[in-house]
């Protein structure tokens, strides 16, 4: 009787805490158990409607009709609170491409910060007009399943800072350009696994942009005849850190990276006929990271560039760098990179190697 006595003292004390604190603990809850609590008590019954986050997964609920019909009557007893985190996960089976429009205008409606969109889709689909003009929206996540991302002609999205872009395809230059220079304060960009055959040129200038990871980028983006299928070009004057991967031997140019502190590369591709290629993009990207203070290159990197090491040459000038972190097997040709990298940093601080076993290409 005591410990029942104790549970409901707890009870209590949690239902005299004020809305926005219940709020914020609820928005810690999958929207199931959310609604759940509105049988506790008359207190608890609107708690909520106004729980600033909002995930759904289509993956827990079968069949697809059932899914839409509770983000649907989640979403028509929402009051007008705004909506701070609202993600969406489904595929095709699980939902109507119509019903994802009207969830995400009622998104766009309750002045959503952040929206993370997850779509197993096979099929054309594109993206309600309105979310590219969201003045309140400060976060966007976009997975398509390599879907194309149809951008509209009209696109200004005021308050974004982060930006972050997963398995989607790029429909063609201009809009592409056109999605990063329409988001006026944007900090933090993420690519990841988007296929850019649709591009002769990816280009990504911004005076606002601080952080840029580039990852993953398909195959069809590498070489192709000797020639590269698809440049990328980057200009942005306040970046802080750059992290970028390649796997296919991209060319690459970098401007304007006067501000940047940190860089991580990651090369693992094969330089087949392509050497002198290769080598000349491979050191035309490093002489845009110059200005770097930290410096990190992972061991694939170097073992890309040993068997090119007499026709790298002498590398760009590292005259900011106080840091270099190395990966690397402990071969002649190996430490002859490190030691062209050594050459090229004067003003290094801290050198730290990690020495890996041997690794057959």
Not at 81 to 107: E, M, N, P
Not at 254 to 264: F, H, K, P, R
Not at 302 to 327: D, E, H, K, V
């Amino acid at each position: 009787m005591e410990a029942l006595g104790n549970q409901r003292e707890s009870c209590d004390r949690i239902s005299e805490l004020p809305d926005s604190v219940i709020q914020h603990i609820l928005s810690f809850l999958p929207v199931k158990d959310v609604i759940r609590t509105s049988f506790l008590s008359k207190r608890w019954k609107y708690l909520w409607t106004s729980v600033p986050n909002l995930d759904f997964d289509g993956l827990v609920f079968s069949p697809k009709t059932k899914f839409m019909n509770f983000v649907d009557s989640v979403l028509l007893r929402r009051n007008g609170a705004a909506i701070q985190k609202f993600r969406l996960s489904f595929g095709d089976y699980y939902c109507d491409g119509s019903r994802v429009h009207t969830w995400i205008d009622a998104a766009v409606t309750h002045n959503v910060r952040e929206l993370d969109f997850f779509y197993y889709t096979s099929k054309h689909f594109d993206l309600p007009i309105c979310l590219y003009t969201c003045k309140s929206l400060t976060v966007l996540k976009l997975n398509l399943n390599f879907a194309t991302l149809n951008l509209p002609s009209s696109i200004y999205l005021p308050s974004l800072k982060t930006l972050q872009l997963s398995s989607l395809a790029f429909p063609n230059d201009d809009l592409t350009e056109k999605l990063f220079s329409s988001c006026p304060i944007l900090e933090s960009l993420i690519l990841r696994d988007c296929a850019l055959g649709n591009l002769k040129i990816l280009r990504i200038c911004s005076s606002s942009l601080q952080r840029l990871s580039i990852d993953g980028l398909p195959k069809e983006l590498g070489l192709s005849n000797g020639t590269i299928a698809c440049q990328i070009k980057v200009s942005t004057p306040r970046l802080l850190s750059f992290e970028y991967s390649d796997h296919m031997g991209q060319d690459i140019s970098i401007e304007n990276m006067s501000s940047l502190e940190y860089a991580y590369i990651s090369f693992d591709f094969d330089w087949e006929e392509n050497e002198p290629l290769c080598v000349h993009c491979v050191t035309k990207f490093l002489r845009g990271l110059s200005n770097a203070k930290v410096l990190k290159v992972s061991s694939t990197s170097i073992q890309l560039l040993s068997p090119a090491s007499n026709s790298l040459g002498r590398l760009p000038m590292f005259y900011n760098l106080s840091r270099l972190n190395l990966g690397a097997a402990a071969t002649k040709e190996n430490i002859r990179v490190i030691t062209s990298f050594l050459h090229s940093a004067p003003n290094l601080e801290i050198l730290a190697i990690a020495f890996l076993s041997l690794v057959s290409r």
